[in-house]
């Protein structure tokens, strides 16, 4: 009996064992896989979180950029004839940088020269023939302010050797934000348009100062000195980066940034009024002489325009007896503030490159002040 029984019992031979091994090594790979799956899942999750995460941090600086533009200008006006007070061209030279220094410190949008005596100057054009030549010195003064404004890798395309800027290297660089190094991260650059051939349909080529020129989005006449907007996300493979053409105050009104000045010549005071490149003109003016009103006194409305008028060797009063289109003699009825920018001063005299750092620094706080009771009224209005 106990031999049938035995003969009875299911044996299990070695492929059998195998299967129920094999079974669960099958069970435990299909767990893994539903928790690498689970794992992908979540990982993708996350990575579309990161994804809109990143896309509203990109829309709150592209806000924060917008509200951190700047909509006004700020203009200075002086007259050429303050080279007049030096003695040598290397001493020219630096006055001009010290004027130039003085008015990128503050953010000076344009500077316009106007001359005492009434001469016909609308071009930078010709040589500078000597202190006290008539008119010559708003030219070189001009030239020299243009030079220093104009980014370096780019002023041997526009300023070709000349004798008013013989001694231009002893200058002190202006280093404003669009004065860019080679390898130097930006959104905005400045650039000239190059006699190169491009594809059909292709846009102009640029050298912006960097290591790879620059493909803009329109055809535009070589030799123009342009603003490029820089794309993004540029893939370093390229031959050439990409761009598009801004107008040069994007980066003041939408980047925040300060672009350097421009430069404009007027044959006398008046024509610094008149003949402004916008609109609807200077909205706000102000005058500076030592016979003016206390500038801590005095307060400053929201404006879009700003121009800054500093006179002479004799003040604002000679420019004005030499202007023949003006009827008046007293200057103090031709700007809206007539302001003493450096009451109780210890000194005879105020040097003009002295008299910008002083008023400009009393004028900034005043600007700052005007404007933000503005936005502070229309938060509180909100």
Not at 243 to 254: D, F, I, K, L
Not at 300 to 329: C, N
Request: hydrophobic share 30%; charged share 30%.
């Amino acid at each position: 009996m106990s031999g049938d029984s035995t003969a009875k019992r299911p044996k299990l031979d070695s492929s059998q064992h195998e299967e129920r091994v094999d079974w669960r090594s099958k069970k435990a790979e299909r767990n893994e896989a539903k928790k690498r799956k689970k794992e992908a899942k979540l990982i993708k999750q996350l990575e579309k979180q990161k994804q809109l995460e990143d896309a509203k941090d990109s829309e709150a600086k592209l806000q924060s950029q917008n509200d951190r533009g700047r909509a006004y200008t700020v203009s200075v006006a002086l007259p050429g004839s303050v080279l007049d007070n030096a003695q040598s061209a290397e001493l020219r030279t630096y006055l001009a940088g010290q004027i130039a220094r003085a008015c990128v410190v503050f953010c000076v949008d344009e500077i316009v020269i106007f001359d005492e005596y009434g001469e016909d100057v609308k071009s930078v054009e010709g040589e500078f023939k000597g202190v006290g030549k008539k008119g010559n010195a708003c030219i070189q003064l001009a030239r020299i302010l243009q030079y220093l404004e104009c980014p370096q890798y780019l002023r041997k395309w526009f300023f070709p050797k000349h004798q008013d800027l013989q001694y231009a290297g002893l200058l002190n660089p202006l280093d404003s934000p669009h004065h860019m190094r080679i390898d130097e991260e930006s959104e905005y650059r400045e650039g000239i348009v190059l006699d190169r051939p491009s594809k059909p349909g292709k846009g102009s080529l640029v050298n912006c100062g960097m290591r790879k020129e620059v493909q803009i989005d329109k055809q535009l006449q070589s030799g123009l000195r342009v603003t490029v907007h820089l794309n993004k996300s540029q893939n370093n493979e390229n031959k050439r980066y990409k761009g598009v053409v801004v107008a040069p105050h994007v980066p003041r009104t939408e980047g925040g940034l300060y672009w350097g000045y421009s430069v404009r010549l007027a044959s006398c005071l008046s024509d610094v009024f008149t003949e402004g490149p916008y609109k609807d003109g200077y909205d706000l003016t102000v005058g500076t002489s030592e016979r003016g009103n206390n500038i801590d006194q005095a307060t400053l409305k929201p404006f879009k325009h700003l121009l800054v008028v500093f006179g002479g060797l004799q003040g604002l009063e000679a420019s004005v007896d030499t202007d023949e289109k003006l009827d008046v003699t007293d200057p103090s009825v031709l700007f809206d503030l007539y302001l003493n920018t450096c009451p109780s001063q210890g000194s005879r005299t105020i040097r003009t490159e002295e008299a910008i750092l002083i008023s400009m620094a009393g004028l900034r706080q005043k600007i700052t002040a005007a404007f933000s009771d503005v936005s502070n009224g229309s938060s509180q209005n909100l």
